[in-house]
């Protein structure tokens, strides 16, 4: 019987460090690189068949050409490659930008939230999601592109997401490497992707428990982990990445840790993963509704909210922060306009990079587009609730 199939589609910074990890598990896996650009696709897998020579793993590594302008490719390659898990690491808008090639738009983001760019992280998931749902329907799909908000957008649509990668997970192994634990068992972390970094709020921060026992100074732990460069927060959410790959693939043991959008809830949980399922693993008194709505609430620190039957509400200060650019801006949208926003937002965002960024600020944050800015208001609390 052959080993289980993985399919990891992009070849940007997560998804590098993602394959040339799994390429290092000691479980036998296949990998398969996916690209809309061939030769990225294929330098990709010759790296991982590398690290896995030096590992001294049994992992083998191909690569392939993804091409989604036309939905029906997706659907007749995923139903060829029959992959045991899908990872989607590919979306139109690089979290690294606000790094590499400041602008307008990226002021635009530091200002409204990386919530802004849902509809831009949404596309290739949803086309993909669909494409397995078609074509390979036992494949179990991973969304990494923005999951604590992207995957209930695409839960509330029908589609099949189990879970996301990063964030949260790379919180939660950057934790238990300072806190010396040799897996992740003990501890239990409530963070959403905003909790990357120190909210303005402390009241805001994230939440831990150590055997069951609230950490009353995790912002102090979190500090370090926060201020590392983006990059190599790549390595650590990748590392945590490949356990939980290998784990829904059936590659090796279940795995306790932590994911975002674990079956299409928003933000992130502590979880168990086994093979293609994942199980909540809240601490003893915390029941699954408090979980779910304290990352709701937390999501406003990204500047939007998905409710449960897939509206994205805008909060005040990300509404208004766009329609200084795009005067009728939506406040709400749903699964059905995502093509028509996600439209607008490319036209806007192709017309603010030819823009300069303002001066940056004394201090700047090292992940995503996030940057300290005084200029850039906290996102006002959600009036409304979603329905």
């Known amino acids: ?61 191909t690569a392939g050409l993804l091409d989604l302008r036309d939905p029906d490719r997706p659907r007749r390659l995923l139903a060829a490659l029959r992959p045991d898990v899908l990872v989607v690491a ?18 635009l983001l530091a200002r409204a ?22 074509g390979s329907p036992a494949a179990t799909v991973v969304n990494a592109c923005f999951p604590d908000a992207v995957n ?34 003990r501890l239990h972390l409530l963070a959403h992707h905003a909790h990357l970094h120190a909210p ?33 927060l790549n390595e650590v959410g990748a590392a945590a990445g490949a356990a939980v790959v290998a784990a829904l693939a059936g590659a090796g043991p279940d ?19 086994g093979h293609r399922e994942v199980r909540l693993r809240l601490p003893d008194g915390l029941p699954r509704e408090r979980a779910v709505a304290w990352n709701l609430r937390r999501a406003e620190l990204d500047g939007v909210v998905v409710g449960v039957d897939g509206t994205v509400w805008a909060m005040p200060a990300a509404l208004a922060a766009l329609r200084a650019h795009w005067p009728d801006a939506p406040r709400t949208y749903g699964p059905r306009d995502l093509d028509s926003v996600r439209d607008r937002l490319l036209r806007l965002r192709g017309r603010l990079r030819t823009l300069p960024a303002l ?6 944050h090292h992940h995503d587009l996030e940057q300290t800015d005084p200029r850039r208001p906290r996102p006002a609390t959600l009036r409304t609730t979603p329905h």
């Open 1 to 61: 019987m052959s080993p289980p199939l993985v399919a990891v589609t992009g070849t940007g910074a997560f998804s590098a460090a993602l394959v040339r990890a799994l390429a290092r598990h000691p479980h036998p896996l296949r990998l398969h690189v996916l690209s809309r650009d061939a030769d990225r696709a294929r330098d990709l897998a010759d790296l991982a068949r590398d690290h896995a020579f030096l590992a001294g793993t049994p992992a083998v590594c």
């Open 152 to 185: 209930p957008l695409l839960h509330s649509a029908g589609l099949p997401v189990t879970c996301g990668l990063g964030n949260v997970a790379t919180l939660a192994a950057a934790l238990s490497a300072r806190l010396a634990l040799s897996d992740q068992q």
């Open 359 to 364: 001066p940056p600020a004394e201090s700047t």
């Open 90 to 107: 590919g979306s139109e808008q690089s979290p690294a930008e606000g790094r590499a090639a400041p602008s307008a738009w990226t002021d």
């Open 255 to 273: 795995h306790a840790g932590h994911l975002p959008g674990p079956n299409g809830l928003p933000g992130g949980y502590p979880v168990t993963v």
């Open 113 to 134: 939230g990386f919530g802004l760019t849902l509809p831009l992280q949404a596309g290739a998931a949803r086309t993909l999601a669909a494409a397995c749902a078609e």
């Open 200 to 232: 303005a709020e402390p009241a805001d921060d994230a939440r831990g428990w150590l055997d069951g026992s609230p950490i009353a100074d995790l912002p102090s732990l979190l500090g370090p982990v926060r201020s590392r460069p983006r990059p190599h």
